[in-house]
């Protein structure tokens, strides 16, 4: 099996962003883009674990993965509908 | 021959950073300031405005009064930047040519890009305030839901400010029992940072203010008088309030210079343009993922004109933005709160107190003298 990384629409690093916060910029990006996007969101707020995780599934968006890294975590997310 | 500054804006960052550019850099440079209306407006004062709590007459000056007699004010709309030429193109001037330019046109409000937005109120412009103001005053009940129809949008903490100062303004007409406030909050809690969030959500609950969370606002039927989310959900009003959509300004769009929103694309630390070396950012403009605000205009404008120094200066240059940005939250009943913050360090409000409500007050009445002539830092 191989594993293919989506191609990214458009990154965004939120790190040490606390207001609006990496939630409301991922927010913001998936309101301007086109079904299929892939966004990708840089977050150290300890809150984006649970917070973007919920919004996708309430929104109906796609988690495809969570990369943790040292202070910080990767949110790959593509837009669903 | 000096080297030749053109700012294109006129707000908080465009007015502070030609102030600073001129002082530093005298004869050393020209520094012209393009502004399309010559006034400047201070929008935090919006929302008193629309509450009946200020007159609409100190939120405006003349731009020029505010800058410094060394700098040109050219009262014209910039229509085009071509970064290769190194020129703006205006719209009944002739182009001017520029060394550096500092891009501090901030956001334009775009209410037709949500579907139904008609006649809604919003506090985002004077003209909103202005009207939203009236339609209180004749307001005697009903159910106001108040949100947020498009991300970013200026002032993260305003919806939470103005439900908390509209449940006070209902209890001092005398109408509170006979109306319900929601705010519909595109988050999973009232406010994006969650320290701040803790400390309203109990004066939320005390007052009776309704929330509803991860409710993004995508259209408006005015007819049914329901809102719907992008999240799939529909509420309905008697009064409605929203953050009306926000893009960067047209010059920017017009010139393939901004991302999808026409916002500038710019390094978070050196605020230049990340394709084009001799353009900088600051304020709502930029694409950075940070509050846009006047207090980030502020604080971004002296590290925007020390780069541009030193870049004139041919030396190495040493201020870099931190990320640095500090408000108030007016939590309603006389209290405010305050978030200061920086890339390294996440905000710790106090607990909502009289002296942050004052603070708040005196800065607003102070603005005119002190901000935009660089005496606060």
Redesign the interface.
């Known amino acids: 099996m191989t594993l293919t990384a989506p191609a990214i629409t ?1 990154s ?14 991922l ?3 998936i ?3 086109q079904v299929g996007d892939v966004y990708e969101v840089i977050s150290s ?1 300890a ?1 984006s674990k649970t ?1 973007i995780p ?2 996708i599934a ?3 968006h796609e988690l495809v993965t969570v990369m943790e890294d040292d202070g910080f975590a990767r949110f790959i997310v593509r837009k669903a509908r | 021959m000096p080297a030749r500054v053109v700012v294109l804006g006129g707000g908080v960052g465009g007015t502070l950073a030609a102030n600073l550019l001129s002082k530093e850099l005298g004869k050393e440079a020209t520094v012209t300031v393009v502004d399309s209306t010559g006034m400047h407006l201070y929008q935090p004062g919006f929302l008193y405005v629309a509450l009946d709590q200020a007159n609409a007459l100190w939120l405006a000056r003349d731009e020029r009064t505010l800058l410094r007699k060394q700098v040109e004010l050219v009262v014209d709309q910039a229509t085009k930047i071509d970064p290769g030429a190194q020129t703006v193109s205006l719209a009944h001037a002739s182009t001017i040519s520029y060394d550096y330019l500092v891009v501090a046109t901030g956001s334009r409000i775009v209410r037709e890009a949500v579907p139904g937005y008609g006649d809604t109120h919003d506090f985002y412009s004077l003209d909103g305030a202005q009207r939203l103001r009236e339609e209180l005053r004749r307001f005697t009940g009903g159910r106001i839901l108040v949100g947020v129809a ?3 949008y200026k002032c ?2 305003a919806p939470v400010e103005f439900v908390l100062m509209l449940d006070e303004y209902l209890r001092k007409r005398g109408i509170r029992d006979k109306s319900s406030v929601t705010l519909l909050s ?3 809690r009232a406010f ?3 320290s701040a969030s803790k400390l309203v959500q109990p004066i939320f609950d005390r007052q009776g203010v309704g929330l509803s969370t ?1 409710f ?1 606002v995508e259209t408006v039927d005015a007819e049914q008088r329901t809102v719907t989310s ?3 959900e529909t509420a309905g009003y008697d009064l409605l309030v929203l953050v009306p959509p926000h893009r960067g300004a047209a010059v920017v769009e017009a010139s393939g210079l901004g ?3 026409g916002w500038i694309p710019t390094d ?1 630390n050196t605020l230049q343009h990340t394709q084009h070396e001799r353009i900088f950012a600051l304020g709502d403009t930029t694409d ?4 846009k605000s006047g207090s980030t205009a502020h604080f971004e404008a002296p590290v925007v004109a020390s780069r541009i120094a030193s870049f004139v200066r041919g030396t190495a240059p040493k201020n870099a933005y931190g ?1 640095r ?1 500090m408000c108030f939250l007016e939590t309603g009943g006389g209290r405010a709160t305050s ?1 200061r ?4 360090h ?2 710790i409000p106090p607990k909502p107190s009289r002296l942050w409500h004052w603070a708040k007050w005196i800065f607003n009445r102070a603005y005119w003298v002190t901000v935009p002539q660089g005496r606060v830092g």
């Open positions: 458009k965004i690093d939120a790190r040490g962003m606390a207001c609006p916060g990496p939630l409301l910029a927010i913001g990006a309101r301007q883009g707020d809150g917070d919920a919004w309430k929104a109906k | 498009g991300i970013p993260p903490p595109p988050l999973n994006t940072i969650e991860f993004n992008l999240e799939g991302d999808a929103g978070r950075l993922p940070i509050s990320g940005v978030l913050f920086d890339y390294a996440p905000p």
